[in-house]
């Protein structure tokens, strides 16, 4: 053994003599995830570059290089209504267009209307069921030319071989884009690019070398190997005039979607939690994880959150009676205890855009259902609860109520859509987010309020109360202007709302004598004074300033595309 050992020693010192040998010996076997910085050209595409800042040990440790053009083999669907069908979504047909020849001249493609371009995500297709719907809704009531980037080859796992193709994707499309403008002289302000997943990223790599794109709405842009990377990496507000970002999965370390604010609007939907109606038990795939093995021939990638940041923007160009309104907060736990001053709001649409945005630091938030219709409509409840000595110091719960307006129209409505008891305490001004079934009700008739206490299941009434104890309410519509709110009391002049029964609320005027009545015979037994008290006073104060718009299904179901 000692002898064998002593002849190792000599083997190698007469290696080590060789000269570079040690260079040659370290190519053999380089660092793991050493940072490599390379460039590949692809003819009149023009070249990618990957630097140092490329890199991150957390972020992206790898990046590989793109495949041949040839083998991600992009391709470009316009998409258009059969001659003489109008407003029809079950009908499409579609052709395939390229930058090369005649193929834009000989195809259906409009050079006086605008663009929309879709592309898809990661182990998806141009011809997925999102797509065709989007384009359906898009040409039944606008008159655009809806193009699908269909890089489905490029697209398979693994997916950082996914990600590095998605710039050879980007050098596609800008081609494209070049074609059309020397061809029909369209610039980026009569272009808007929507990107799904990887898609959304794509978007912003064709904005960030197009230039002047006019709009891009990113669909929950993936978070794994962008997030946390510079702006040339990832989406950014630079990428085209005004970007809009809607977020719908980022609950955790297995999420398809980011946090990161990458646009001029970042919509939190549901805040970062599952999408209701969502169960993504089946769907926490581990992105970078996936191998093709991992899914059926022909199938994508699961991910019922992540594929609702479609679904609503389908529905927002196609339902006309309920906007998706989302307002800035600092977090989502702000917004559900209805502590914002929703003064400042966002809407997110085929048609939404600002000219001259800005990044805003602050999110914005809202809430939907959890199955079609998924778009709510919002009002601010402000409760004034009273100070009675039955009333209990505090109590756990949620408020449903049953708006009536002008119309026959009853609207349902809670503050309990996001599944979270909220604190209410005796005297206090409690301020709720109340959201409600379409339509909207913009005058108040009556409302039908029902108390829901949470906590005990089983407690006597002498033991601890269970009713809550509620002088008045005004109720608003979001966004607030000066006409569209309404001050209301309690019908039968008892203040008590016991728990899970419904009591009707009507216009404080038109309870004026059974007003003065209560004061007269019911406040004095509960001890309070018949003189205005402060919290009347208080009351009177609050409505001098008026708001204005200065001040103011299953889981397998879900994880099918469209």
Same mark, same amino acid.
């Given at each position: 053994m000692i002898i064998a050992f002593y002849l190792f020693l000599a083997l190698m010192k007469i290696v080590c003599s060789i000269p570079n040998i040690n260079n040659k010996i370290l190519q053999l076997f380089p660092?793991?995830?050493?940072?490599?910085?390379? #460039?590949?050209?692809?003819?009149?595409?023009?070249?990618?570059?990957?630097?140092?800042?490329?890199?991150?040990?957390?972020?992206?440790?790898?990046?590989v290089e793109p495949l041949s053009r040839?083998?991600?083999?992009?391709?470009?669907?316009?998409?258009?209504?059969?001659?003489?069908?109008?407003?029809?979504?079950?009908?499409?047909?579609?052709?395939?267009?390229?930058?090369?020849?005649?193929?834009?001249?000989?195809?259906?493609?409009?050079?006086? /209307?605008?663009?929309?371009?879709?592309?898809?995500?990661?182990?998806?297709?141009?011809?997925?069921?999102?797509?065709?719907?989007? /384009?359906?809704?898009?040409?039944?009531?606008?008159?655009?030319?809806?193009?699908?980037?269909?890089?489905?080859?490029?697209?398979?796992?693994?997916?950082?071989?996914a990600v590095a193709n998605a710039r050879v994707v980007a050098l596609e499309i800008i081609a494209l884009l070049n074609c059309i403008k020397s061809k029909f002289g369209m610039g980026g302000e009569k272009i808007h690019i929507i990107g799904h997943g990887v898609g959304a990223h794509i978007a912003g790599y064709v904005g960030e070398s197009a230039k002047q794109i006019k709009k891009i709405t990113g669909l929950d842009p993936s978070g794994p190997y962008f997030e946390g990377m510079p702006n040339f990496v990832r989406l950014d507000p630079s990428d085209a005039t005004y970007i809009e970002v809607i977020h719908t999965d980022y609950y955790s370390t297995d999420s398809q979607g980011t946090c990161d604010h990458l646009g001029h609007r970042d919509f939190f939907v549901n805040g970062p939690h599952r999408q209701p109606g969502c169960n993504d038990s089946s769907s926490n795939l581990n992105l970078v994880a996936v191998e093709r093995n991992n899914l059926k021939q022909g199938q994508i990638l699961p991910g019922c959150s992540h594929k609702r940041s479609f679904k609503y923007y389908i529905e927002s160009i196609e339902v006309t009676n309920c906007k998706f309104i989302g307002f800035s907060c600092e977090d989502f736990n702000t917004f559900t205890e209805g502590a914002c001053s929703c003064e400042s709001t966002g809407v997110f649409s085929l048609d939404s855009y600002e000219s001259n945005a800005q990044q805003q630091d602050k999110g914005l938030y809202l809430l939907t259902n959890g199955i079609r219709p998924y778009c709510v409509i919002p009002y601010k409840l402000v409760m004034r609860l009273s100070n009675f000595t039955r009333a209990s110091e505090?109590? /756990?719960?949620?408020?449903?109520?049953?708006?009536?307006?002008?119309?026959?129209?009853?609207?349902?409505?809670?503050?309990?859509?996001?599944?979270?008891?909220?604190?209410?305490?005796?005297? #206090?001004?409690?301020?709720?987010?109340i959201y409600g079934d379409p339509p909207q009700i913009t005058s108040f008739k009556e409302v039908q309020m029902k108390w829901v206490k949470t906590?005990?299941?089983?407690?006597?009434?002498?033991?601890?109360?269970? /009713?809550?104890?509620?002088?008045?309410?005004?109720?608003?519509?979001?966004?607030?202007?000066?006409?569209?709110?309404?001050?209301?009391?309690?019908?039968?002049?008892?203040?008590?709302?016991?728990?899970?029964?419904?009591?009707?609320?009507?216009?404080?005027?038109?309870?004026?004598?059974?007003?003065?009545?209560?004061?007269?015979?019911?406040?004095?037994?509960?001890?309070?004074?018949?003189?205005?008290?402060?919290?009347?006073?208080?009351?009177?104060?609050?409505?001098?300033?008026?708001?204005?718009?200065?001040?103011?299904?299953?889981?397998d179901m879900e994880n099918q595309e469209d």
């Open positions: 660092k793991r995830n050493e940072p490599t910085s390379f #460039e590949t050209c692809y003819g009149d595409l023009g070249c990618i570059e990957v630097t140092q800042q490329w890199y991150h040990d957390d972020y992206r440790p790898i990046n040839f083998v991600i083999r992009t391709e470009f669907v316009l998409y258009t209504l059969p001659n003489g069908v109008q407003k029809d979504r079950h009908h499409l047909d579609f052709e395939i267009i390229s930058s090369k020849g005649q193929s834009l001249e000989k195809s259906r493609f409009d050079g006086k /209307s605008d663009i929309i371009i879709l592309i898809h995500d990661f182990t998806s297709n141009g011809y997925t069921g999102w797509i065709k719907h989007i /384009s359906a809704s898009i040409l039944s009531d606008h008159k655009r030319n809806v193009i699908a980037v269909d890089w489905q080859s490029g697209a398979e796992p693994p997916y950082e071989q505090h109590l /756990s719960g949620y408020i449903e109520v049953l708006f009536k307006g002008n119309s026959i129209d009853v609207v349902n409505g809670s503050s309990y859509l996001h599944r979270k008891s909220q604190t209410f305490s005796k005297g #206090e001004k409690k301020e709720l987010l906590g005990i299941k089983v407690c006597p009434e002498l033991v601890c109360q269970s /009713s809550l104890f509620v002088e008045n309410i005004r109720i608003t519509q979001l966004p607030a202007t000066s006409a569209n709110w309404a001050k209301l009391c309690p019908d039968s002049g008892d203040t008590e709302l016991k728990d899970r029964y419904y009591h009707t609320f009507k216009p404080c005027e038109e309870m004026t004598e059974k007003r003065s009545y209560m004061e007269r015979d019911i406040y004095d037994d509960f001890g309070h004074e018949t003189t205005k008290t402060a919290s009347d006073k208080e009351e009177e104060n609050d409505e001098e300033i008026l708001p204005t718009e200065e001040n103011s299904e299953t889981s």
